[in-house]
């Protein structure tokens, strides 16, 4: 089993990290630029010139996943260092630093972060180009580390990269009923994916060292087993509100007892009253119409059910309380007409000799049939494994078959007619059985971005789901076509706009950017243009 024993087993891809890290970076939570000094404590020979060096460090880009080693998340940061030394001299330089951070799954909050304020610096590398002494770099890699260690690690409590489970409720039940859950053992399965594993309703089970890699290159992939449908199942049918019973009514036309009908008022009234009033009274009776009304109502007991191939739930065992009320209703139309002609038959009178005296409308119930608490089971029945909008596994019931012995004198069409419908309320009306609490949510309360999760794999055996997604930001679209040439610093003490490739782009704060295809449009929307690469519209 994928979920080697635990009941849910989220894997998380490397992708999936590195948009998270992007996302806090062009949303400030990561700080572009870092400014201080560092004074050295111990100075080498000859270095006493070097005593305080100011430092000024610019990340080029978002950190990066470099590779998941061990139990750690290992970084690549790229940065743009400026140092002054010697009370004033510049020295630029390209730096890179590849930092360990631990992931951690936070059972409270229920999210996957990265911990960066116990990380660790593992290496730091100079581009020099100006073939400084060993020593002298060997100094300035302790500022750097010193500058990222500051500035930007101690800044940085943690990086969210999802939320796994963040709702833990059900449908259909009170707010206050939510699933607990406990465990939360972390893996690293390879360089590119991690796993979390989660138990719910007090269950301890699972063995981390059978946990492997199923993710199949998504962002994030999730198994969930049987055995936890199966407890949150129970969990929510003692809660729910659902009120696990359906109600129905409708009419059934039966054109076959028209003319049977018709004929018998016909002969039986027309006679009647014809001798009662030697032949001077002449009754019609026609049946307009006939039908079967029919009410239902059913109650489901707590069903069985087995989790299957092709994204399939057996259902069996579910207990029915059936009432069901039928009524043969009959629509006639009584006419009362005086024959002047008395006993003479009327076709030997040439005129119309019939004054009609009354002529009314009835709606008859012609027999009632009712059964009250009639239990019975559900022969069998399927139902659809699903995603609903919140990320939850349900299952819908799509097919019924029950047997259902009304025992009335009704035509055969009738009867099956009316069993047709009760199959069909089963259907409609049986509550969706939830499977699981919501595995991925797209919109996380405080914060800056929301997730775009695309299904990409829902599939299921005899023992698990695996559900895999594929998950992006919804304000960070994946590429953008074409690429801006113009970019504009919305920072209310600047409002310029540059070419892309002007030097002082990089000086932006990343949430200060703003991208124009148009340069008049960027104009015309209140920013002046830089001195330096579009002189022609600097005016401040």
């Known amino acids: 089993m994928k979920t080697a024993g635990y009941d849910f087993v989220a894997e998380v891809n490397e992708n999936l990290v590195n948009r998270a890290i992007a996302a806090a970076y062009y949303t400030t939570l990561i700080p572009a630029v870092v400014e201080g000094s560092y004074n050295f404590t111990e100075i080498p020979p000859g270095l006493g010139a070097y005593a305080r060096v100011d430092y000024e460090l610019r990340l080029k880009e978002p950190p990066t996943v470099d590779a998941f080693v061990g139990n750690k998340v290992r970084l690549l940061v790229k940065a743009e260092v400026v140092l002054r030394v010697l009370g004033g001299l510049r020295l ?69 990269v999802t939320p796994i489970l963040y709702s833990l409720e059900l449908p259909e039940m009170p707010p206050s009923n939510k699933l607990t ?18 138990n719910f309703l007090g269950y301890t089970g699972g063995s981390i060292a059978q946990v492997t890699d199923f993710s199949g290159g998504l962002d994030f992939c999730g198994g969930f087993s049987e055995a936890a449908m199966h407890r949150i199942f129970d969990f929510w049918w003692a809660r729910t509100t659902h009120p696990k019973s359906a109600s129905a009514s409708g009419r059934y036309d039966v054109p076959v007892l028209d003319d049977v009908l018709d004929t018998l008022a016909d002969i039986g009234i027309d006679l009647t009253t014809a001798i009662a009033s030697a032949g001077f009274l002449e009754s019609d009776v026609a049946v307009e119409d006939s039908w079967i009304d029919y009410s239902a109502s059913v109650s489901f007991g707590k069903p069985s059910f087995d989790l299957k191939s092709g994204n399939r739930v057996v259902i069996s065992n579910c207990p029915l309380v059936i009432n069901v009320t039928a009524k043969v209703q009959l629509k006639v139309k009584v006419t009362v007409e005086l024959d002047t002609s008395g006993i003479i038959p009327d076709s030997w009178t040439p005129w119309e000799d019939d004054i009609t005296l009354s002529e009314n409308t009835y709606t008859v119930t012609l027999a009632t049939f009712v059964i009250n608490n009639l239990h019975v089971n559900i022969d069998s029945a399927e139902a659809t494994v699903y995603l609903d909008d919140e990320n939850r596994l349900m299952a819908k019931v799509e097919s019924v078959d029950v047997t259902i012995n009304l025992g009335w004198s009704l035509p055969d069409a009738a009867l099956n ?116 690469c579009l002189p022609k519209y600097h005016t401040r």
């Not at 100006?130 to 101690?154: C, K, M, P, Q, W």
């Not at 829902?458 to 074409?482: C, H, Q, Y």
């Not at 990343?510 to 124009?516: A, I, L, Q, R, T």
């Open 92 to 160: 630029e330089f390209d730096a890179r630093a590849s930092v360990e951070a631990s992931p951690t799954y936070d059972q409270a909050t229920r999210k996957l972060t990265i911990d960066l304020k116990e990380a660790n610096i593992e290496e730091v590398e100079i581009d020099d180009e100006y073939e400084l002494e060993d020593e002298v770099i060997n100094a300035f890699n302790r500022v750097i580390r010193a500058a990222i260690t500051s500035g930007i690690l101690d800044e940085i409590e943690k990086i969210e």
């Open 181 to 198: 859950i406990g465990l939360g053992n972390l893996k690293i399965l390879n360089q590119s994916v991690m796993a979390v594993c989660i």
């Open 417 to 532: 007619w009316i069993i047709d419908q009760i199959e069909n309320l089963i259907k409609g009306k049986f509550p969706a059985i939830p499977l699981s609490p919501a595995l991925i949510t797209e919109s996380v309360p405080g914060a800056a971005l929301t997730l775009q999760v695309d299904i990409d794999r829902l599939t299921t055996d005899e023992d698990e789901a695996i559900v895999g997604a594929s998950i992006t930001f919804k304000e960070m679209t994946r590429t953008v076509i074409p690429v801006p040439k113009f970019v504009a610093n919305r920072d209310p003490l600047s409002l310029e706009v540059h070419r892309a490739d002007c030097q002082w782009v990089d000086e932006i704060w990343e949430k200060n950017k703003v991208g124009y295809y148009v340069l008049m449009e960027a104009l015309k929307d209140g920013y002046d243009g830089c001195k330096y």
